[in-house]
């Protein structure tokens, strides 16, 4: 699986857009990028994936540029709940293949 | 999404004894479960891949032995931690996974302390 490179730390003040980054330059033709988020002492929680069309649902919104070589995660209206460790992973669509985590953005959002 | 459920939340437990973190699928049929491990401050770490009805995977580093993991049917992983030392305390965390889901889906984690 392609790696992936995040920042370390975000902040993101309340009901502003937060624009989480991701660069996975070495991704391949059919790999997709995922992304989780854990809040503090809790499982990961599945946000959003796609291949290389951008796509929404009512949590975020996944643009990836067009050579697939980083994307980004926005949340539309961050709240204080979203403040959580953000992780971008790209990997081929098997859901019975492992996921390896990197280190993830903590994103802080603040009143 | 799917419902991913693990017992208990929290354990302690004395140094030499085992205990068993059971993991299940609520919704659906997970034909693969995953156990990964985190310790504060750090980032999700694997250590095996377990199948319904076969032996886990383990990750390089992680001791078989040790760790001991059970796929017995398709809703039910459990992981059993022999002989827990202090450096056994962390948070251990479940995922399952099907080709009929868009994801894995995770437990909301175990947290062990070991005295």
């Known amino acids: 699986d392609a790696k992936t490179t995040q920042p370390t730390s975000m902040d993101c003040a309340e009901g502003r857009a937060a624009n989480l980054p991701c660069n996975h330059s070495?991704?391949?033709?059919?790999?997709?990028v995922y992304w989780y988020r854990q809040i503090h002492s809790q499982g990961p929680q599945y946000i959003i994936h796609?291949?290389?069309n951008n796509e929404t649902n009512e949590m975020a919104s996944l643009i990836i540029t067009e050579d697939r070589k980083s994307s980004t995660l926005i949340l539309p209206h961050a709240t204080l709940r979203d403040t959580a460790v953000y992780y971008c992973i790209v990997r081929l669509p098997s859901n019975t293949g492992k996921l390896i985590f990197g280190q993830g953005t903590t994103l802080q959002v603040k009143p | 999404g799917a419902v991913v459920s693990q017992h208990p939340s929290r354990v302690i437990c004395k140094s030499g004894t085992s205990v068993k973190i059971e993991c299940r699928s609520l919704d659906f049929q997970a034909t693969t479960m995953f156990w990964y491990r985190q310790f504060p401050k750090q980032s999700l770490m694997l250590m095996a891949t377990?199948?319904?009805?076969?032996?886990?995977?383990?990750e390089q580093g992680v001791e078989k032995d040790k760790f001991l993991i059970n796929h017995a049917s398709l809703t039910l992983s459990t992981l059993t931690v022999t002989s827990a030392h202090p450096e056994d305390s962390s948070f251990y965390i479940c995922?399952?996974?099907?080709?009929?889901?868009?994801?894995?889906?995770f437990g909301p984690g175990t947290r062990l302390l070991v005295l």
């Open positions: 070495t991704i391949s033709g059919n790999e997709y």
């Open positions: 377990s199948n319904e009805g076969s032996k886990a995977t383990y």
């Open positions: 995922s399952a996974g099907s080709a009929a889901q868009e994801t894995q889906y």
């Open positions: 796609g291949l290389k």
